[in-house]
C-alpha cells in the first residue's frame, strides 16, 4: 500500500544546530506540503512543492528549507534550531489535481532546547 | 486572503449525544472545504470535502457537513457520538488566489466524548 512516512518520529537538538526532518511518499504524488502544529494554531504552511525542482514559501518559513531532487522525497532543512521552533511537522502529499485529498504522514516531534 | 474560524476549542459531548462542530471561512473567491480528524498521536485523516454540487456532504464514520455559501460556513455533524470519536477535527480552505491545493486551517477543535 502506498504511504507517506516522517523520520525520526522524535527528535530532541540544542539552540543553534542544523536539523533535518524527513518525508517520503510512495503515492507518486506531485505535491508536497509541510506544516507545524502548534496548539492554538491550528497546522501552519511552512513549505510547498509541485514537483520535482519546484519549491515555494509558505506562511511560516523564516528559519526552514526544503529541495525537491525527486518526486518521493521533501526534506525539511531548520538551518540554526530556535527554541521558537519546538513544535509538532507533519508532511503531507496530494496528487496533481487542487480538487485532492492530501494524505499527511505520522508527524515528527522536535524539542528545541 | 482565506482564514479559517473555528468557533469552539473544545467540545464535551455525553455517548450517543448529537454534536455540532462549527467553522466559518472568509474567501474572495470560490473555495474547496475540508474537514480532518486527528487521533491521539497521529497525522491527520480526512472526513469529508466540499468541491461542488449538493451542499450536504457525508463522510466516513458517520460524519456529515452541509456548505452554507451564505453564511460562510461548513459545520460538521454527527447525529450519535461514541467514545472512539474522541479527538481533534480541523476544519480547511484551499482555492485561488491562495495557489492551487495549498490548504489553509482553522485552530482546531477539541471533541472529548464522555460515557
Known amino acids: 500500500d502506498a504511504e507517506i512516512t516522517q523520520s525520526p518520529r522524535h527528535k530532541i537538538t540544542e539552540t543553534g544546530r542544523q536539523v533535518t526532518l524527513a518525508c517520503h511518499q510512495t503515492w507518486n504524488h506531485n505535491n508536497m506540503f509541510w506544516y507545524r502544529q502548534d496548539l492554538g494554531h491550528g497546522l501552519r504552511l511552512i513549505h510547498y512543492s509541485y514537483g520535482v525542482q519546484d519549491t515555494n514559501k509558505g506562511e511560516v518559513s523564516d528559519g526552514y528549507s526544503v529541495s525537491r531532487s525527486n518526486t518521493e522525497d521533501l526534506p525539511l532543512t531548520l538551518e540554526s534550531a530556535a527554541s521558537s521552533q519546538t513544535s509538532v511537522y507533519f508532511c503531507?502529499?496530494?496528487?496533481?489535481?487542487?480538487?485532492?485529498?492530501?494524505?499527511f504522514g505520522p508527524g515528527t516531534r522536535l524539542t528545541v532546547l | 486572503a482565506q482564514s479559517v474560524t473555528q468557533l469552539d476549542s473544545q467540545v464535551p459531548v455525553f455517548e450517543e449525544a448529537p454534536v455540532e462542530l462549527r467553522c466559518n471561512y472568509s474567501s474572495s473567491v470560490s473555495v474547496y472545504l475540508f474537514w480532518y480528524v486527528q487521533y491521539p498521536n497521529q497525522g491527520l485523516q480526512l472526513l469529508l470535502k466540499y468541491l461542488s454540487g449538493s451542499t450536504l456532504v457525508k463522510g466516513i464514520n458517520g460524519f456529515e457537513a452541509e456548505f452554507n455559501k451564505s453564511q460562510t460556513s461548513f459545520h460538521l455533524r454527527k447525529p450519535s457520538v461514541h467514545i472512539s470519536d474522541t479527538a481533534e477535527y480541523f476544519c480547511?480552505?484551499?482555492?485561488?488566489?491562495?495557489?492551487?491545493?495549498?490548504?489553509?486551517f482553522g485552530a482546531g477543535t477539541r471533541l472529548a466524548v464522555h460515557p
Open positions: 503531507a502529499s496530494s496528487a496533481q489535481d487542487s480538487t485532492d485529498t492530501q494524505y
Open positions: 480547511a480552505v484551499s482555492g485561488f488566489p491562495g495557489g492551487y491545493n495549498k490548504l489553509i
